[in-house]
C-alpha cells in the first residue's frame, strides 16, 4: 500500500486551477473556498495519516443550494471532487486528489429539529457524533452508535463509512439507526431518501449510501432514529487465563440469551498498555480481559449481572468484578477506551487493523497473529469487540526505521487476510478507503466488484466522486455496461419444466 | 400459461437467466408466489421458480447466524429457530392471511425482496436490518455475492441491503444469511381500551419514549378489536404495548410502564399464550383480511397516523394502526359509489404527502385495479430515474420480473 496508486490526475483540470478557484467562489462567496497551501494544508490527510496529498481547492459550502451547484460544476467540467465530514477516517477515504475539489461539510453543523415523540432528530452532516447525544441527553435520550471518535467524527462521516461502536451489538450500526437523508448526486440533483416514518418504499438506496465511502453521493441532512436512554447501566470486568476461556464465555453469554450492551475484549499486550496509561485496576496476570456492559431497567441488569457472574466462573474466571457505582462503570470502561493512545505511548507509530471474524475464530486468529508478530518482528496489542468479532491488532512499529512502514502493512495485510479466510471481512468499521482497497480480490471475486462498480455507475456514470478509494480496479462505466450474451437454445435440460 | 423454470441449484439459475438475458425473455421471478398479488401483474412468458432451492446451510445459534438457500420454506427456518430459543427479530409477516393463500408458505428469499417485517419493526427494524449477506444471479446473467457471515462488515457496498424490498426486479435471490437473535424469555402485552385514535397515538408515543423498551405498540379502532377473539373481552377500541425479555425485567417494566400511562384508563393483561396471539394476528393484519376489498399499507411518522385517517373521513374504510401510529392497514370498500374507482390511491397519497411524507403501498387489489394504479408509491423524477439507473444497470434488458414495481422498469 505505501506505493499507492491513485487514479491518474486530470492534466487539463490541474491548468484550470485559478479559474476552476474563481468560479467555485462564485458560488460559495467569503471564506469558503480555500486555494493556499497554508490554508489547505490542514485537509491533506485523514486519520490514516501515512498518506498526505495536497487537494486541487477547498471548498466548504454552507447550504445545499451551494453542494448542488458545486457538484453540478464539477460535473459539467468533468472535476473529481472528495467528500469530508471531519477527516477522521483511518482508512483514507477522505484522502484528497491532487486533481480534486476538496467538499468539506464542516459548515453544516446544526442540529436542525429534534421530535421527542417521533424519537428522531435531524441534523446537519458536520455535526459531530456526540454533539447529537449531547443535545438531547437532557430528555432522556441519546444516540446508539459510537465510534471510539465519537467527539469529532460527523454524522455525514457516519453515514459514508457506516460507523459503529461498542453498542452496536445490541443497538445496531449507523445503518439501523438512520432513517433518512437529504443528498445530492454529482448532477447537482438534490433527492430525499427516507425520512420519519420506518419503511422506504422503491429500492433501498439508503441502505446503499449507508457505508459507501464518499463515492455515490454528498449528504447534506440526516434523520437519526434516537433512543431513550436506559434506566441504568454497570459494568463487569472479567480476567480469564486463556483467550479460549474468554471466547467461550462471549458464547456461552449470547448462548443465554443475554445480548450486552457492550462486550468488548483486550489481550495481554493491550492490557498492559492501558493499565499503565490509565490505571483503571485492569488485572495484570491474566491472557485475556473482558468488559460485559448490561444496560436497561435496574430490574433487568440486577437479575443479568448474577447471570452473567454465574457464567464466567463457570469459565474459569480468574478475577470478577462488578462495577459498583457509574465512577466505576465508568473507570471501567477509561482502560479500554483509552487503549489506541495508551498503545500510541508505548510505541512511536502503531497501525490499527479492523477485521471482523466468526467469534469462534478467535483463539485461532489470536495464535496466528502471534505467529506473524514473530515473522515480521513487530509487537502486536488486540482489542476486540467481541460481541460481533469485530477485532482491532495494533501493529506497533517506527516510521523513522526505515522499512518498518512497509513490514506493518505486509503483517496487516496477512492479518486481514486471515480475518477472510476464517470465514469474516477485511472491514468491521473502519472502511476500505485507500487503505484496503487492493485486497478487496480476497474477498471478492471480479464479477462481485464488477457488479459493485455497476451500483457506482448508476449514481456517478463518470466516476468523479471520490474515485481511487474502495475500488482496486476502475472499469469505465461503458464496459460494465456492454452484455456478453451467448445466444441459444434453452441450455438446462436437467432443469425441470412445467 | 406462463412456462415453469425449475432450477435446483444456484447454478441452474445462472443458466435459466444467461439464456433469458441472451434471448431477451422476461421471467417472472418468484419463491412460492405467496406475494404474487403484490405489485403491479407481471406477464412473462417463462416463470423463474426458485422454490426448489431449499435447505440451510450453516446455522450456528452461538454465533447468531443462519444461512440458507433462498427458496427454502420460512416456516421451516422458524420452527428451526425456536428449537434453539433463537428467532428472526424483525418478526416477518404472512400475507397468505389476507390474501386467502396458504399461511406460512413464505420463502427466506422471499423475506429478502419484500424486506418483511412485523410489530416489532419499531425496535428491531426489518428484513433489511438483518441480513448480512447474499449470493444472487443478476439479470445480466451473472452470479455475484455481497456481505458475510459477520455483523460487523462495512467491506464494499452493502447490495444485500440494495436487493432488499426490490421484489425480484435488480436479481433472483440464491442465498441469504441472517443475523438471529435469542427469543424472549417471556412476554406480556398491557391493553388499554376506549381512546379515541389520537390519544391512543399519544399514548403509545409516550410508553415508546420511556425507558420500559415497548417491543410493539398498536391500536384497534372497536371495529378492528372486535374481529379478533383475544380481544373478545374488551369492549370499544384497544390500544396493546407489548414488554418482552427475561422473567423479571417484563414484571419490572410492565409496573413501570402503567406509571408512565396511569391518565390513559384502566388497563387489561395478556399473558403470553394470548399475548403471542395476538400480535401474530396484528402483524398479519388479520383484522381486515377477510373479503377482497383493497388494502394499503401506509407508513408515516407515529405521530402523523391520525392526521392522515383525519384527512380520509370521506372515504368508506376500515383501519388500525401499528407501530406506535406509524403503519396504517387501510381497507377501501371498493362498492362503495362514492368515487373510490382508484381504491382511494389519490386522496391517500396526499393526505400521506400532506402529514409530512411517507409512502402508501397496495398490498391487495385485483389485477386489474394493480395495473391501473401505481401499488408502489411513486417517487420523485431525480429519484425515480435514479431507481431506474439502478435496475438497468442490475438488468439492462429488463428481464427479471418487468414492470413488478412501476411501469415499464
Same mark, same amino acid.
Given at each position: 500500500?505505501?506505493?499507492?496508486?491513485?487514479?491518474?490526475?486530470?492534466?487539463?483540470? #490541474?491548468?484550470?486551477?485559478?479559474?476552476?478557484?474563481?468560479?467555485? $467562489?462564485?458560488?460559495?462567496?467569503?471564506?469558503?473556498?480555500?486555494?493556499?497551501?497554508?490554508?489547505?494544508?490542514?485537509?491533506?490527510?485523514?486519520?490514516?495519516?501515512?498518506?498526505?496529498?495536497?487537494?486541487?481547492? /477547498?471548498?466548504?459550502?454552507?447550504?445545499?443550494?451551494? %453542494?448542488?451547484?458545486?457538484?453540478?460544476?464539477?460535473?459539467?467540467?468533468?472535476?473529481?471532487?472528495?467528500?469530508?465530514?471531519?477527516?477522521?477516517?483511518?482508512?483514507?477515504?477522505?484522502?484528497?486528489?491532487?486533481?480534486?475539489?476538496?467538499?468539506?461539510? +464542516?459548515?453544516?453543523?446544526?442540529?436542525?429539529?429534534?421530535?421527542?415523540?417521533?424519537? %428522531?432528530?435531524?441534523?446537519?452532516?458536520?455535526?459531530?457524533?456526540?454533539? /447529537?447525544?449531547?443535545?438531547?441527553?437532557?430528555?432522556?435520550?441519546?444516540?446508539?452508535?459510537?465510534?471510539?471518535?465519537?467527539?469529532?467524527?460527523? !454524522?455525514?462521516?457516519?453515514?459514508?463509512?457506516?460507523?459503529?461502536?461498542?453498542?452496536?451489538?445490541?443497538?445496531?450500526?449507523?445503518?439501523?439507526?438512520?432513517?433518512?437523508?437529504?443528498?445530492?448526486?454529482?448532477?447537482?440533483?438534490?433527492?430525499?431518501?427516507?425520512?420519519?416514518?420506518?419503511? +422506504?418504499?422503491?429500492?433501498?438506496?439508503?441502505?446503499?449510501?449507508?457505508?459507501?465511502?464518499?463515492?455515490?453521493? %454528498?449528504?447534506?441532512?440526516?434523520? /437519526?432514529?434516537?433512543?431513550? +436512554?436506559?434506566?441504568?447501566? $454497570?459494568?463487569?470486568?472479567?480476567?480469564?487465563?486463556? +483467550?479460549?476461556?474468554?471466547?467461550?464465555?462471549?458464547?456461552? !453469554?449470547?448462548?443465554?440469551?443475554?445480548?450486552?450492551?457492550?462486550?468488548?475484549?483486550?489481550?495481554?499486550?493491550?492490557?498492559?498498555?492501558?493499565?499503565?496509561?490509565?490505571?483503571?485496576?485492569?488485572?495484570?496476570?491474566?491472557?485475556?480481559?473482558?468488559?460485559?456492559?448490561?444496560?436497561?431497567?435496574?430490574?433487568?441488569?440486577?437479575?443479568?449481572?448474577?447471570? %452473567?457472574?454465574?457464567?464466567?466462573?463457570?469459565?474459569?474466571?480468574?478475577?470478577?468484578?462488578?462495577?459498583?457505582?457509574?465512577?466505576?462503570?465508568? #473507570?471501567?470502561?477509561?482502560?479500554?477506551?483509552?487503549?489506541?493512545?495508551?498503545?500510541?505511548?508505548?510505541?512511536?507509530?502503531?497501525?490499527?487493523?479492523?477485521?471482523?471474524?466468526?467469534?469462534?475464530?478467535?483463539?485461532?486468529?489470536?495464535?496466528?497473529?502471534?505467529?506473524?508478530?514473530?515473522?515480521?518482528?513487530?509487537?502486536?496489542?488486540?482489542?476486540?469487540?467481541?460481541?460481533?468479532?469485530?477485532?482491532?491488532?495494533?501493529?506497533?512499529?517506527?516510521?523513522?526505521?526505515?522499512?518498518?512502514?512497509?513490514?506493518?502493512?505486509?503483517?496487516?495485510?496477512?492479518?486481514?487476510?486471515?480475518?477472510?479466510?476464517?470465514?469474516?471481512? #477485511?472491514?468491521?468499521?473502519?472502511?476500505?478507503?485507500?487503505?484496503?482497497?487492493?485486497?478487496?480480490?480476497?474477498?471478492?471475486?471480479?464479477?462481485?466488484?464488477?457488479?459493485?462498480?455497476?451500483?457506482?455507475?448508476?449514481?456517478?456514470?463518470?466516476?468523479? #466522486?471520490?474515485?481511487?478509494?474502495?475500488?482496486?480496479?476502475?472499469?469505465?462505466?461503458?464496459?460494465?455496461?456492454?452484455?456478453?450474451?451467448?445466444?441459444?437454445?434453452?441450455?438446462?435440460?436437467?432443469?425441470?419444466?412445467? | 400459461?406462463?412456462?415453469?423454470?425449475?432450477?435446483?441449484?444456484?447454478?441452474?439459475?445462472?443458466?435459466?437467466?444467461?439464456?433469458?438475458?441472451?434471448?431477451?425473455?422476461?421471467?417472472?421471478?418468484?419463491?412460492?408466489?405467496?406475494?404474487?398479488?403484490?405489485?403491479?401483474?407481471?406477464?412473462?412468458?417463462?416463470?423463474?421458480?426458485?422454490?426448489?432451492?431449499?435447505?440451510?446451510? *450453516?446455522?450456528?445459534?452461538?454465533?447468531?447466524? *443462519?444461512?440458507?438457500?433462498?427458496?427454502?420454506?420460512?416456516?421451516?427456518?422458524?420452527?428451526?429457530?425456536?428449537?434453539?430459543?433463537?428467532?428472526?427479530?424483525?418478526?416477518?409477516?404472512?400475507?397468505?392471511?389476507?390474501?386467502?393463500?396458504?399461511?406460512?408458505?413464505?420463502?427466506?428469499?422471499?423475506?429478502?425482496?419484500?424486506?418483511?417485517?412485523?410489530?416489532?419493526?419499531?425496535?428491531?427494524?426489518?428484513?433489511?436490518?438483518?441480513?448480512?449477506?447474499?449470493?444472487?444471479?443478476?439479470?445480466?446473467?451473472?452470479?455475484?455475492?455481497?456481505?458475510?457471515?459477520?455483523?460487523?462488515?462495512?467491506?464494499?457496498?452493502?447490495?444485500?441491503?440494495?436487493?432488499?424490498?426490490?421484489?425480484?426486479?435488480?436479481?433472483?435471490?440464491?442465498?441469504?444469511?441472517?443475523?438471529?437473535?435469542?427469543?424472549?424469555?417471556?412476554?406480556?402485552?398491557?391493553?388499554?381500551?376506549? *381512546?379515541?385514535?389520537?390519544?391512543?397515538?399519544?399514548?403509545? &408515543?409516550?410508553?415508546?419514549?420511556?425507558? &420500559?423498551?415497548?417491543?410493539?405498540?398498536?391500536?384497534?379502532?372497536? @371495529?378492528?378489536?372486535?374481529?379478533?377473539?383475544?380481544?373478545?373481552?374488551?369492549?370499544?377500541?384497544?390500544?396493546?404495548?407489548?414488554?418482552?425479555?427475561?422473567?423479571?425485567?417484563?414484571?419490572?417494566?410492565?409496573?413501570?410502564?402503567?406509571?408512565?400511562?396511569?391518565?390513559?384508563?384502566?388497563?387489561?393483561?395478556? @399473558?403470553?399464550?394470548?399475548?403471542?396471539? *395476538?400480535?401474530?394476528?396484528?402483524?398479519?393484519?388479520?383484522?381486515?383480511?377477510?373479503?377482497?376489498?383493497?388494502?394499503?399499507?401506509?407508513?408515516?411518522?407515529?405521530?402523523?397516523?391520525? @392526521?392522515?385517517?383525519?384527512?380520509?373521513?370521506?372515504?368508506?374504510?376500515?383501519?388500525?394502526?401499528?407501530?406506535?401510529?406509524?403503519?396504517?392497514?387501510?381497507?377501501?370498500?371498493?362498492?362503495?359509489?362514492?368515487?373510490?374507482?382508484?381504491?382511494?390511491?389519490?386522496?391517500?397519497?396526499?393526505?400521506?404527502?400532506?402529514?409530512?411524507?411517507?409512502?402508501?403501498?397496495?398490498?391487495?387489489?385485483?389485477?386489474?385495479?394493480?395495473?391501473?394504479?401505481?401499488?408502489?408509491?411513486?417517487?420523485?423524477?431525480?429519484?425515480?430515474?435514479?431507481?431506474?439507473?439502478?435496475?438497468?444497470?442490475?438488468?439492462?434488458?429488463?428481464?427479471?420480473?418487468?414492470?413488478?414495481?412501476?411501469?415499464?422498469?
Amino acid at each position: 500500500m505505501s506505493g499507492l496508486a491513485m487514479p491518474e490526475p486530470n492534466a487539463a483540470v #490541474l491548468g484550470r486551477r485559478a479559474e476552476i478557484a474563481t468560479a467555485l $467562489r462564485g458560488i460559495v462567496p467569503g471564506e469558503g473556498v480555500i486555494d493556499h497551501p497554508d490554508g489547505m494544508r490542514p485537509f491533506e490527510s485523514d486519520g490514516l495519516t501515512a498518506y498526505r496529498q495536497m487537494p486541487l481547492v /477547498v471548498v466548504l459550502p454552507e447550504t445545499t443550494e451551494q %453542494v448542488s451547484r458545486v457538484l453540478r460544476y464539477c460535473h459539467d467540467n468533468d472535476i473529481r471532487v472528495v467528500p469530508r465530514g471531519s477527516g477522521t477516517s483511518l482508512s483514507g477515504g477522505a484522502l484528497p486528489l491532487e486533481d480534486g475539489v476538496l467538499l468539506g461539510l +464542516s459548515k453544516f453543523n446544526r442540529v436542525l429539529e429534534v421530535d421527542y415523540e417521533n424519537r %428522531v432528530a435531524v441534523v446537519q452532516p458536520g455535526v459531530t457524533n456526540l454533539n /447529537v447525544t449531547n443535545t438531547v441527553q437532557g430528555n432522556g435520550f441519546y444516540y446508539a452508535p459510537d465510534p471510539s471518535s465519537q467527539i469529532a467524527c460527523s !454524522i455525514g462521516g457516519n453515514v459514508a463509512e457506516n460507523a459503529g461502536g461498542v453498542h452496536c451489538l445490541k443497538y445496531g450500526l449507523t445503518a439501523n439507526n438512520v432513517l433518512g437523508v437529504e443528498m445530492v448526486l454529482i448532477t447537482g440533483e438534490i433527492i430525499r431518501l427516507g425520512g420519519k416514518h420506518l419503511d +422506504s418504499e422503491g429500492y433501498d438506496l439508503l441502505g446503499l449510501m449507508t457505508g459507501s465511502e464518499g463515492l455515490l453521493g %454528498v449528504v447534506t441532512e440526516v434523520t /437519526v432514529r434516537i433512543l431513550q +436512554s436506559p434506566e441504568t447501566a $454497570r459494568a463487569v470486568l472479567v480476567g480469564f487465563p486463556t +483467550s479460549e476461556d474468554a471466547g467461550q464465555c462471549v458464547a456461552d !453469554i449470547i448462548g443465554a440469551g443475554i445480548i450486552p450492551g457492550g462486550m468488548e475484549m483486550m489481550d495481554r499486550p493491550a492490557i498492559h498498555a492501558a493499565e499503565d496509561y490509565v490505571h483503571a485496576g485492569y488485572p495484570r496476570d491474566v491472557e485475556a480481559l473482558l468488559i460485559v456492559e448490561l444496560d436497561g431497567p435496574q430490574g433487568e441488569v440486577d437479575d443479568l449481572l448474577a447471570r %452473567v457472574e454465574k457464567i464466567a466462573g463457570d469459565n474459569n474466571a480468574s478475577t470478577i468484578r462488578v462495577s459498583q457505582d457509574e465512577t466505576e462503570r465508568q #473507570l471501567f470502561w477509561a482502560g479500554r477506551k483509552a487503549a489506541f493512545p495508551a498503545v500510541g505511548r508505548i510505541s512511536p507509530d502503531y497501525y490499527c487493523m479492523d477485521g471482523t471474524i466468526p467469534r469462534k475464530q478467535l483463539p485461532r486468529v489470536l495464535a496466528r497473529t502471534r505467529e506473524l508478530s514473530e515473522k515480521y518482528d513487530l509487537r502486536v496489542a488486540n482489542v476486540f469487540h467481541a460481541g460481533d468479532g469485530n477485532l482491532h491488532p495494533l501493529i506497533l512499529y517506527d516510521a523513522n526505521i526505515p522499512g518498518e512502514l512497509e513490514r506493518a502493512e505486509a503483517f496487516g495485510a496477512d492479518i486481514l487476510k486471515l480475518c477472510v479466510e476464517v470465514g469474516g471481512v #477485511l472491514t468491521g468499521e473502519h472502511g476500505v478507503g485507500v487503505e484496503k482497497r487492493d485486497l478487496m480480490p480476497e474477498m471478492f471475486n471480479e464479477d462481485d466488484l464488477k457488479q459493485q462498480q455497476r451500483v457506482k455507475c448508476a449514481f456517478d456514470e463518470k466516476h468523479l #466522486l471520490n474515485p481511487g478509494k474502495m475500488f482496486p480496479v476502475l472499469h469505465r462505466c461503458a464496459e460494465l455496461g456492454r452484455m456478453h450474451v451467448h445466444k441459444g437454445q434453452l441450455p438446462f435440460p436437467d432443469i425441470p419444466r412445467f | 400459461m406462463s412456462t415453469i423454470l425449475k432450477p435446483e441449484t444456484a447454478g441452474g439459475v445462472l443458466e435459466t437467466i444467461a439464456w433469458a438475458a441472451g434471448e431477451e425473455k422476461p421471467l417472472e421471478v418468484r419463491g412460492r408466489g405467496t406475494k404474487a398479488g403484490i405489485g403491479r401483474p407481471v406477464q412473462a412468458e417463462y416463470t423463474l421458480d426458485l422454490s426448489a432451492l431449499t435447505g440451510v446451510t *450453516l446455522y450456528e445459534p452461538d454465533e447468531l447466524v *443462519l444461512s440458507a438457500r433462498a427458496g427454502t420454506p420460512l416456516a421451516e427456518i422458524e420452527a428451526l429457530l425456536l428449537e434453539n430459543n433463537q428467532q428472526l427479530d424483525f418478526e416477518p409477516m404472512d400475507y397468505g392471511l389476507i390474501h386467502g393463500t396458504e399461511t406460512g408458505g413464505g420463502t427466506i428469499g422471499g423475506v429478502l425482496a419484500a424486506n418483511l417485517s412485523g410489530p416489532r419493526r419499531l425496535k428491531a427494524g426489518a428484513a433489511r436490518d438483518h441480513i448480512l449477506g447474499v449470493a444472487a444471479v443478476s439479470g445480466r446473467g451473472e452470479m455475484f455475492k455481497s456481505g458475510g457471515r459477520v455483523v460487523k462488515n462495512v467491506t464494499g457496498y452493502d447490495l444485500s441491503k440494495g436487493l432488499a424490498g426490490s421484489w425480484g426486479t435488480l436479481a433472483a435471490i440464491t442465498d441469504v444469511t441472517f443475523k438471529v437473535l435469542p427469543r424472549a424469555e417471556t412476554a406480556a402485552t398491557v391493553l388499554v381500551t376506549g *381512546l379515541d385514535d389520537r390519544k391512543a397515538v399519544d399514548v403509545m &408515543c409516550a410508553a415508546m419514549g420511556s425507558s &420500559c423498551e415497548i417491543s410493539a405498540a398498536a391500536h384497534l379502532p372497536a @371495529d378492528a378489536a372486535g374481529r379478533l377473539p383475544e380481544l373478545a373481552s374488551a369492549s370499544g377500541s384497544v390500544t396493546a404495548l407489548r414488554l418482552e425479555g427475561f422473567g423479571p425485567s417484563v414484571a419490572y417494566r410492565k409496573e413501570a410502564l402503567k406509571a408512565v400511562i396511569a391518565g390513559a384508563g384502566s388497563f387489561e393483561e395478556l @399473558d403470553v399464550g394470548a399475548s403471542e396471539s *395476538l400480535w401474530r394476528a396484528i402483524r398479519d393484519a388479520a383484522p381486515l383480511a377477510e373479503g377482497a376489498a383493497p388494502l394499503w399499507r401506509v407508513s408515516v411518522a407515529p405521530t402523523a397516523g391520525p @392526521d392522515v385517517m383525519a384527512a380520509l373521513s370521506s372515504l368508506s374504510i376500515r383501519h388500525f394502526y401499528d407501530w406506535s401510529g406509524g403503519l396504517i392497514w387501510l381497507a377501501v370498500r371498493d362498492d362503495a359509489g362514492d368515487g373510490t374507482e382508484d381504491a382511494g390511491a389519490e386522496l391517500i397519497r396526499a393526505a400521506v404527502a400532506a402529514s409530512g411524507g411517507g409512502h402508501a403501498t397496495l398490498v391487495r387489489g385485483s389485477a386489474a385495479l394493480r395495473a391501473a394504479i401505481p401499488p408502489f408509491q411513486p417517487q420523485e423524477p431525480a429519484l425515480a430515474a435514479l431507481s431506474k439507473r439502478l435496475k438497468d444497470n442490475f438488468d439492462p434488458n429488463g428481464i427479471l420480473n418487468p414492470g413488478r414495481m412501476v411501469a415499464g422498469g
